[in-house]
């Protein structure tokens, strides 16, 4: 029986995302943000990149695809990760919201992240509408997690 709780990403998306890693490595995409967290499984480093957000002082990420891997793997890591962002690497621990304390970074998410992320969250079944509404409606099924320095 399929999980309730995973939204299967775009099946492009795991090719995507090795493009722009590697263009990120080679100075092609400084500005993106990447994700790098211990495995759960492997133990071995695991790279994602993702679209953190500014709100009232604080960073966010959003678990755009139920059941995503890399949010399992923080979950795992019980937060620990590293963030490279604009060509910095820094030490991470990242905090899972509650589903009250997501919705107010959920309802802000259409504005701040730009329009591929939640386009793609639509296109997917993820959300209804890219509105401030459809995103409130995920909280507790989408994870929002606050990046607090190590």
Known sequence: MPNPHHTPAPRWLKP???IFLLLQRFGGMKELPVLVVAGRRTGKPRRTPLTVIDLNGERYLLEGFPGADWASNVRAADGVAQLS???EVRDVRLVELSAEQAVPVLRAWPELAG???PKMMKNAGVVDDVTPDAFAAVAGR???FRIDPR
């Open 16 to 18: 995507m995302n090795k």
């Open 115 to 117: 329009t591929d992320g």
């Open 142 to 144: 989408c994870a929002v």
């Open 85 to 87: 962002d604009g060509g």
